[in-house]
């Protein structure tokens, strides 16, 4: 048992770091820059049933300490990622989070029945906080009974082990964290990104497409914080905690405030090795904390 | 192969209103194309927070240095150009598809169009070509002449003309006005500029080989996120391309306009 590793349902967990979907692709081009086996996990980038184009650019729009996106959960479909981008991964001894989203309760049945047969993927993260698709996405992660539904119907199909990925665009996030648990939901993933704009200096317009995008980065850690905090001490399940992650010590404030793993989203902009990175930093962090494992800390902040 | 690294600055200065040529020394210039960018990240702090995309305007492998031309104008690139010689820059690269030399013929003709900032990257790739025994024609507009760089750098290397929108150089008005009264024999061009320019060029030279540079806002620059997403047209049979990883030079023709 090595100091960093941690145990979830569904995943053995080398350390508790893994990049956050939608910032890490489907790994393949930052495997041109390290060994992913390094990785407690990966958390892929949304699949939907049928190949998405997204939304139109400009998609990304820099703001203080953090950035705003509108992607639209682009994505190959659930096909070619069960056929290449799920199979490319396999030669990293690392386990996959497949994040499942869709306009329907069908269609997070389908793609979570199909995807979670695949051999690395060991864990689902149901996305239902996506701010930036018209429908479906966030309207599952902002009404507490439509979420619940939502998790009992990919409970029954899904193979492994269900997380549930929360939205922090709601007025009671600990309602939700409740209902998806009552739902059967094996952990909790949280928080994903808070709607916001920018606008042009010149034009005075929105420099996102889309008009709003989601916030992520260093900006938005305490707001993830509070909410770990808040989710952690209502539920059973575990949390994996992200929201501005970009080093040891933010791992550290994570787990403290309740979450048993950290995801790693906008660093990996910023910096690529952001990830092994943080990994290589833990352990003498620990040490400075006087800390053996690093899962003695997990919820430390309730103590 | 891509790599981050700490890249030394050994020159910098301000070469036109607002524009800054900077020269940076590390490893990385081994593996650089003409045509190719890098994502520089200003300031170790995360303010401001993402890396900037800028092109290789000239590489010296020899020396391992190689030099960017930008317009500092918000504030990253503003940040940057206060960065003093024997500073440290943090750079990722090199990223992207450059141009393609060896699409001209060895003792052809290429020409090479440019608007604004979009004309450095020209110049590592007019010395390549010049270097093949290719004459280059350049044809460039800018907005004013305060704004305008490299004349005697691009002069020696072929005919070199402008075009700015008051008239202060050259002619006045876009590229594609001085591209009809110039009328230049070529095989193949190469442009970098807005979009504009590059649509009217697609349409200016409908039966020529061409190769375009796009700028598209970047999150991660490797091709990763979906942020730098171009549609393409009917003629491929992809849905759409990255600007970091598959471009930012495509064939003409590719992305839709
Ligand atoms: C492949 C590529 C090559 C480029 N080469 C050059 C070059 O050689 N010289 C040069 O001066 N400029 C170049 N640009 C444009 C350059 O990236 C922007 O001018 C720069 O990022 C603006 O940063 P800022 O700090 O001045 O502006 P800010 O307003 O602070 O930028 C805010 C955000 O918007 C992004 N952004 C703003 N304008 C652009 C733009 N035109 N393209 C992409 N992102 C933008 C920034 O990267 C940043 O994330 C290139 C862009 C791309 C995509
Ligand atoms: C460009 C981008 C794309 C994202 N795509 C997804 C996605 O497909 N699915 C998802 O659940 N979250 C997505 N997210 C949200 C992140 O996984 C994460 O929850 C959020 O960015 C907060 O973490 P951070 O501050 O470390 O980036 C995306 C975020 C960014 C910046
Ligand atoms: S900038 Fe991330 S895919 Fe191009």
């Known amino acids: 048992m090595s100091r960093l590793s941690i145990q979830l349902p569904g995943l053995d967990l080398k350390n508790p770091i893994m990049p956050a979907s939608g910032c890490f692709g489907f790994g393949k081009e930052f495997s041109n820059l390290y060994d992913l086996s390094k990785l407690g996990a990966i958390m892929i980038k949304a699949t939907t049933v049928e190949t998405r184009l997204g939304n139109p650019t400009p998609r990304v729009a820099e703001t203080a300490a953090g950035m705003l996106n509108a992607i639209g959960l682009q ?18 001894d690392v386990p996959i989070i497949a994040n499942v989203a869709g306009t329907t309760t069908e269609d997070y049945v389908e793609v ?21 698709v018209k429908h479906g996405g966030i309207t599952f992660g902002t009404d507490a009974v439509v979420a619940k539904e939502l998790v009992e119907a990919v ?20 309602g939700i964290a409740k209902a998806v648990e009552a739902g059967g939901a094996d952990g909790i993933t949280m928080i994903n990104t808070l709607v916001g704009m920018r606008l ?22 305490p707001v993830a914080i509070r909410m770990v905090y808040e989710v952690y001490k209502n539920v059973n399940i575990p949390i994996i905690g992200m929201g501005g992650v970009t080093n040891a010590q933010d791992v550290i404030d994570f787990m403290s405030a309740g979450a048993s793993a950290v995801a790693v989203g906008t660093a990996n902009f910023v910096d690529p090795f952001v990830c092994p990175n ?11 904390l006087g800390v053996q494992r690093i899962k003695e800390i997990i919820g430390r902040s309730h103590l | 192969m891509i790599q981050q690294e700490r890249m030394i600055v050994v020159r910098q200065s301000e070469i036109a209103q607002h524009i800054f040529e900077l020269t940076l020394q590390g490893q990385i210039v081994q593996d650089m194309n003409p045509g190719q960018f890098v994502h520089i990240r200003v300031s170790d702090s995360f303010e401001p927070l993402l890396r900037r995309p800028i092109s290789i305007s000239n590489i010296d492998k020899e020396t391992g240095e190689a030099t960017v031309i930008y317009r500092a104008e918000g504030r990253g690139t503003q940040i940057l150009s206060q960065k003093q010689v024997g500073d440290e820059v943090d750079v990722l690269g090199p990223l992207g598809n450059g141009f393609p030399v060896e699409a001209t013929p060895e003792g052809g003709t290429a020409l090479l169009v440019g608007g604004g900032i979009g004309v450095p990257p020209l110049y590592e790739l007019s010395q390549q070509l010049n270097a093949r025994g290719i004459r280059t024609i350049h ?30 150089k050259g002619t006045k008005g876009f590229v594609t006005d001085l591209l009809e009264e110039l009328k230049p024999e070529f095989d193949v061009f190469y442009a970098c500029g807005p979009l504009p320019m590059l649509r009217a060029l697609e349409n200016f030279y409908p039966d020529k080989t061409g190769f375009l540079s796009f700028e598209e806002r970047m999150g991660c620059g490797i091709g990763a996120c979906f942020a730098c997403i171009c549609k393409t047209t009917d003629q491929t049979d992809k849905d759409y391309v990255k600007v970091c990883s598959d471009g930012p030079v495509f064939p003409k023709g590719v992305v839709e306009l």
């Open chain 1, 75 to 92: 994505n190959p479909g659930l096909e070619m990622v069960m056929k290449n981008e799920l199979p490319y991964l396999e030669r990293f």
């Open chain 1, 112 to 132: 979570a029945e199909k995807i979670s047969e695949a051999p690395n993927v060991k864990a689902l993260e149901l996305n239902i906080s996506c701010p930036n």
């Open chain 1, 155 to 174: 409970k029954k199909v899904s193979k492994v082990p269900v997380y549930v990925k929360l939205s922090p665009n709601v007025t009671d996030i600990v």
């Open chain 1, 200 to 221: 042009d200096e010149r034009t005075g317009k929105p420099v996102i497409a889309n008009g709003t995008g989601g916030l992520s980065g260093p900006a938005v850690k």
């Open chain 1, 278 to 288: 943080i990994i290589e930093a833990l352990p003498a962090r620990l040490e400075e």
């Open chain 2, 139 to 168: 044809v460039f507009g800018f907005s004013t002449k305060d704004v305008c760089f490299y004349d005697d750098q691009f002069s020696t290397l072929g005919d070199t003309h402008y075009v700015t929108v008051d008239g202060t």
